[in-house]
């Protein structure tokens, strides 16, 4: 059975840091295409980075530049450094499959206000 669980999330100024963590079971990220998605209230939840099983990193253009994904084969766990955070970064933020075809995780709020 597949469980994702995010951490790391919390409230930070403008211009902050914050760095997340996906923590699986019942698969393996290094074979997978993964990707951290947003929530925000009202809005489709969207991929802001994903990793291919090659490695390859692709960002949504609002967080080029200031976020970077990153995973750990070891410790089976998805990372995303969040840095020069903005306001508009706000949102519950959730990994799973590019396709994502796991089941939601409870994601982690991020609060970017001053």
């Known amino acids: 059975q597949v469980q994702l669980v995010e951490s790391g999330g919390g409230s930070v100024q403008p211009g902050g840091s914050l760095r997340l963590s996906c923590a699986a079971s019942g698969l393996l990220f290094s074979l997978s295409d993964t990707a951290w998605f947003r929530q925000i209230p009202g809005k489709q939840r969207e991929s802001v980075a994903s990793?291919?099983?090659?490695?390859?990193?692709d960002y949504h253009d609002s967080v080029k530049g200031r976020f970077t994904i990153s995973r750990d084969s070891v410790k089976n766990t998805l990372y995303l450094e969040m840095n020069s955070l903005k306001p508009e970064d706000t949102g519950v933020y959730y990994c799973n499959a590019v396709t994502m075809r796991w089941q939601w995780g409870q994601g982690t709020q991020v609060t970017v206000s001053s």
């Open positions: 990793i291919t099983r090659s490695g390859r990193t």
